[in-house]
């Protein structure tokens, strides 16, 4: 933090860490650089998104060995915003690009994690190409639309996984490209199932 007096850190969202963030916020006396937002609704996580120049993300295995599956849906949107990304080989993140738009490390090297977060800080002049690199992949395959034409295209489709409904970034992405009435129809007649990884398509012969 001393070598980086201008960084400071917001924190969004909650869990039942916050009290031990608090106290090592409080005994490095980092109070005036580390902000814990606590839970945000969409809007401001985006103004947040907006407003951030990094974003760092590490994601790692539980203890009980869930991974959540796929690529966290946080770290997509910050790549559709043009952020530089610092995160962790973890499931599928450097399947979205994640490689190009920032610095991966292994997951529970720590002592990695930090060299990478101090190397984007102490060299900020590729953030813009890293962030323009990243919205690139997320646009070549993580819209509502890319995912609709991959449906069409696919024979003998039998039913569709996506994200849990309109409230979630995929759902938000089909109202934003009026495809919901699609995805209505194509309901009617095939299975849908609703989860946090992504779109998964599932072929008849499965």
């Given at each position: 933090a001393a070598d980086f007096p201008q960084a400071h850190l917001r924190i969004l969202g909650d869990g039942p860490q916050r009290t031990e963030v608090e106290s090592t916020v409080r005994r490095?006396?980092?109070?005036?650089?580390v902000v814990l937002e606590g839970y945000v609704d969409y809007a401001r996580h985006l103004a947040a998104l907006g407003a951030a120049q990094l974003y760092l993300a590490p994601s790692r295995t539980a203890p009980d060995g869930d991974t959540e599956g796929g690529a966290p849906v946080a770290l997509i949107e910050a790549q559709a915003s043009g952020l530089p990304i610092v995160s962790t080989r973890h499931a599928d993140?450097?399947?979205?690009?994640?490689?190009?738009?920032g610095l991966l490390s292994p997951e529970f090297d720590d002592a990695a994690l930090a060299a990478n977060l101090r190397s984007m800080l102490a060299h900020p002049e590729p953030w813009p190409a890293m962030g323009r690199a990243g919205r690139r992949q997320?646009?070549?395959?993580?819209?509502?639309a890319t995912q609709v034409r991959l449906a069409e295209q696919l024979n003998g489709l039998s039913g569709?996984?996506?994200?849990?409904?309109?409230?979630?970034?995929i759902g938000k992405l089909a109202v934003a490209f009026s495809l919901m009435e699609a995805l209505r129809e194509f309901?009617?007649?095939?299975?849908?199932?609703?989860t946090c990884a992504g779109a998964i398509f599932l072929s008849s012969d499965i």
């Open positions: 490095h006396g980092l109070g005036d650089r993140i450097p399947e979205i690009g994640a490689a190009v738009a997320v646009e070549s395959g993580f819209t509502a569709l996984i996506i994200p849990g409904g309109e409230s979630t970034t309901g009617q007649q095939h299975a849908i199932w609703g």
